[in-house]
């Protein structure tokens, strides 16, 4: 008869125990400081940037080629500016980045800017999410600009 008691009670604790716990916050950098959090959105403009350049890479080595290999190397060269810029320079990285992007436009054919398009909205989303004061992660430079090498390695032969 004890154990009937207790079942209630136990459940009653276990219920008000529970009750009190705020839902789990979806936003990654909830805490991080300033600076990190711009460090945080850098290296996800990095990862983007990245994702890019790898799209137009792999579309050039379709048959039929989705892009041509002198707009593989007009991508790379914009990667590989602005990823510099955004590991060296923690406040001034985004005028680059919208700089370099219409030179890319103006030097790209226009049906190839169109297969681009989803990703460059990707990256001008990113742009206006601009947080001043953060550089990205260097781990994440060093191996993007590593990727740089290879493709133009790659694609100069």
């Known amino acids: 008869m004890k154990r009937i008691r207790l079942i209630p ?12 716990n705020p839902p789990a916050s979806t ?3 909830v805490n991080l400081s300033a600076s990190g959090k711009a460090s945080y959105q850098a290296t996800k403009v990095v990862k983007s940037l990245d994702l890019l350049r790898d799209i137009v890479a792999e579309g050039e080595k379709q048959t039929p080629k989705v892009f041509q290999p002198d707009v593989v190397l007009k991508v790379v060269a914009y990667h590989r500016k602005v990823v510099r810029t955004i590991g060296t320079v923690p406040d001034g990285w985004k005028s680059v980045a919208l700089a370099g992007l219409t030179e890319l436009k103006d030097s790209v054919p226009a049906d190839q800017w169109a297969k681009m398009q989803p990703w460059i909205s990707l990256l001008t989303t990113l742009y206006d999410q601009f947080v001043p004061g953060g550089t990205a992660d260097p781990a994440i430079v060093d191996a993007s600009l590593a990727a740089d090498d290879l493709l133009e390695l790659a694609f100069a032969q």
Do not use: H, N, R, Y
């Open 27 to 29: 936003d990654p950098t």
């Open 9 to 20: 009670l136990l459940a009653l604790v276990m219920f008000i125990g529970c009750g009190g």
